[in-house]
């Protein structure tokens, strides 16, 4: 995927309960061009975050572990309320099955405590930037399961000639990762209608997210005719 990194400074929003691990992620992540905000949360938090406020960050980091089983609940009210937002999510473990549900949900990059203190500082670039830090072989099966899972999130021929000049100008930016505000400002139309084109090429695709219509068109970038 992308990997340039920003140029401005990366504004980071580290979450956990506990206060341990927010020291050590701030002591990894002290350094030049990082802005830090931790937020020690409480464990009720993690399904409700009407209690919590949440600054804009360009990535938010999630200590998962520590509010699991609410992780799912937890990313689904950070995007939601900051849908430009990026997730990375660290914990004890990951196996392929916890690996696919965090990046269905929106995360874009996982990481176990252990990969964190070496693999954190040169993930957050490359996710600010569009990327995605998942092991290669994770971020494969996971793109297998997406075409296998259901015949309708196979690119088909008729969902390549049904897609307006608007929708494809606008699938082309969300290949580059770019927001819906940007997309709006670049293609001179509303936030709101990027919003209704956004939803009409997950409906076509079959697909229910953006990273999944993102990884799906990357695997079969070839079938979209240029």
């Given at each position: 995927?992308?990997?340039?990194?920003?140029s401005?400074?990366?504004?980071?929003?580290?979450?956990?309960?506990?206060?341990?691990?927010?020291?050590?992620?701030?002591?990894?992540?002290?350094?030049?061009?990082?802005?830090?905000?931790?937020?020690?949360?409480?464990?009720?938090?993690?399904?409700?975050?009407?209690?919590?406020?949440?600054?804009?960050?360009?990535?938010?980091?999630v200590?998962?572990?520590?509010?699991?089983?609410?992780?799912?609940?937890?990313?689904?009210?950070?995007?939601?309320?900051?849908?430009?937002?990026?997730?990375?999510?660290?914990?004890?473990?990951?196996?392929?099955?916890?690996?696919?549900?965090?990046?269905?949900?929106?995360?874009?990059?996982?990481l176990?405590?252990?990969?964190?203190?070496?693999?954190?500082?040169?993930?957050?670039?490359?996710?600010?930037?569009?990327?995605?830090?998942?092991?290669?072989?994770?971020?494969?099966?996971?793109?297998?399961?997406?075409?296998?899972?259901q015949?309708?999130?196979?690119?088909?021929?008729d969902?390549?000639?049904?897609?307006?000049?608007?929708?494809?100008?606008?699938?082309?930016?969300?290949?580059?990762?770019?927001?819906?505000?940007?997309?709006?400002?670049?293609?001179?139309?509303?936030?709101?209608?990027?919003?209704?084109?956004?939803?009409?090429?997950l409906?076509?695709?079959?697909?229910?997210?953006?990273?999944?219509?993102?990884?799906?068109?990357?695997?079969?970038?070839s079938?979209?005719?240029?």
């Amino acid at each position: 995927m992308a990997t340039t990194a920003k140029s401005r400074s990366l504004s980071v929003c580290l979450l956990s309960p506990h206060p341990l691990v927010l020291g050590e992620f701030e002591r990894i992540l002290t350094r030049p061009g990082i802005r830090l905000v931790t937020k020690q949360m409480e464990q009720s938090l993690a399904t409700d975050l009407s209690g919590l406020a949440l600054p804009e960050a360009d990535i938010f980091v999630v200590d998962a572990h520590a509010v699991r089983p609410n992780t799912s609940s937890l990313i689904t009210g950070i995007l939601d309320r900051h849908p430009d937002g990026r997730v990375i999510v660290v914990c004890e473990k990951l196996t392929d099955a916890t690996s696919h549900s965090l990046l269905r949900l929106g995360a874009k990059g996982l990481l176990t405590y252990t990969e964190a203190v070496e693999q954190l500082p040169r993930a957050l670039p490359l996710v600010a930037s569009g990327g995605f830090w998942v092991p290669r072989n994770v971020l494969s099966t996971f793109v297998d399961s997406i075409l296998t899972d259901q015949q309708k999130r196979r690119l088909k021929p008729d969902n390549q000639t049904q897609l307006s000049r608007r929708e494809r100008e606008v699938l082309d930016s969300l290949l580059e990762n770019v927001s819906n505000k940007e997309i709006a400002s670049k293609l001179n139309i509303s936030e709101r209608t990027v919003k209704f084109h956004v939803s009409k090429l997950l409906n076509k695709f079959g697909v229910r997210r953006r990273a999944d219509l993102i990884l799906l068109c990357y695997q079969q970038k070839s079938a979209i005719p240029a």
